[in-house]
């Protein structure tokens, strides 16, 4: 994982991908979200809306697009769940910002940095939105760090196989 | 300034965006506080994103179960003639007694009413499939394939045969979300079926359901059957809720114990749930016949017994409807033909009993005999005191 100077930053490519990718892969992603736990039960350990943000966040190293991206994805989520609207999307405008931030920052393009990158932003992602229901909301929650640790896993093996599909998509110059 | 908000616009962003979605929050929690349930634009906003997920939703639900459909109905047709055939009589049978057990129910609601005191029977129930879940493990909702043009509306009771499941939460066309019975936010009154003790139920953060707001009590035991307790005007009384499966003292209040349950309904395995759209008797013209056929069988029934009855009246009976249980004759083990013994005559003369030789007892003008103590014989003319009479020693 290289730190580049502002000059190779910029020659850096941003990824543009055609406009129906921007509107179903998100929209996939929620109804996926909330379709495969029923068929999984409690072993659906992933976050698909969280793995979204972060493909398209490090890909448009954007960091506004990516906190815009995130927020809506986590509202969306907030308004399946029954719970107040904005728990998961604070959670999710931040991994989207980090994500793209760190986008500027590092060569992402590298399988095994993403994978590092989603297992880690996974764990902000899950400690935030503790911190949200706990701290702000004062609401009970069980803190089960395992299962947080097992989605992460499993969001960046989802992330492995997805990001170069999602990869063939982008439009090249 | 203009250098600093373009140096800083990324970061900028980000905090409005998090000020916003904070703000918001606060204003959800505030409004759920003072009980008012969401705002018109939290509405708006789950309805949009009800309306973008159900459709792909449903499809996808559509599709597994056309698979599920074709596999269980093409491929693993066995012994189904067998069985359509035994089905077919206890469907017949069930169908006599569910028509009994309805007009049982209407006359206790008749007498309810006249007591002032409404219970729910279920009296219409709508089958419905779960497609979605809420998609956080820490949210207890799921999304049925059933919505307001199917006749479903807020707080309808959603079971399955096990035990109840939750409530509706939020309706929408075609779709609508049900809150689990072990989410936080749920609550239901229940009651122990053993020692009756009543208590709310919701659930925990966990994820199980829990009786909260129990004062301790020994007699609450593991195993111990939990029912609805039908004063939540949601769940009707008497169905399964689950079983005791350990008692925790509250962490929060000295004396109170938290019951944590086993549901009754398999919570984390829903495919196909029962709401409960109507508890007024609305009976199809099936069920109208049913409800004939068992009154006439009943109506034969109590002919016979009438008659049984008008029977045991002409003949001698050892129950005494008007007298309690101990002074039942048939419970009466003294001598039932005591002895019966003329009065002391006021003026002895030579055919007073005790003058007499004993024949024979003398009875009394009334010709009701008087038991008495049996009296030493004394001369006839003897004038002394007459012995008071005594009463039956019996």
Known sequence: ?173 | MESFVVRYRNLLVLLALLVAQILGLAMQVRRANSGQGDGQEVRLIRLWANGIVSPPEKILHNTGSGISWIWNNYFYLRHVREQNADLQKTVDRLRLEQAALLEDAKQGQRLQALLNFQQKYIYKTLPAEVIGTSGTEQSRVFTINKGKKDGIDRDMAVITPDGIVGKVRDVFGHTAQVLAINDQTSGAGVIMESTRIRGILRGNAQGRPEIVDVISDQRIKAGDKVLTAGGDQIFPRGLPVGVVEKVMNDPERDGFVDVILKPAAHLDQLDEVLVITATEPEFSKEQQQDIATSEALKGAEAEKQKTSEGMAEKLPGLVDPNLPADQQPLNDTSNPNPVSRPPMAIHPDRFTPENTTPSGGATQDSGQAVPRKPQPSKPANQSSPVPAPQGDKQ
């Open chain 1, 1 to 173: 994982m290289s730190v580049l100077s502002a000059d190779a930053r910029r020659e850096f490519e941003i990824h543009r991908y055609p406009a129906l990718i921007y509107a179903l892969v998100p929209v996939l992603a929620v109804v996926l979200q909330a379709w495969l736990p029923r068929v999984l039960g409690r072993f659906a350990w992933f976050d698909l809306p969280l793995v979204i943000t972060v493909f398209f966040a490090l890909s448009r190293r954007n960091p506004i697009q990516g906190s815009i991206l995130g927020g809506v994805l986590g509202i969306f989520e907030d308004a399946l769940s029954g719970h107040p609207i904005g728990i998961n999307g604070i959670a999710k405008t931040l991994v989207g910002y980090l994500a793209a931030t760190i986008g500027i920052l590092v060569n992402v393009e590298n399988h095994a940095v993403r994978l590092v990158m989603t297992f880690v932003l996974s764990l902000v992602g899950s400690a935030t939105y503790f911190f949200v229901i706990r701290f702000l909301l004062g609401m009970s929650v069980d803190t089960n760090w395992m299962s947080e640790l097992y989605k992460a896993f499993g969001n960046s093996v989802i992330a492995l196989v997805l990001f170069p599909v999602l990869d063939r998509t982008k439009i090249r110059d």
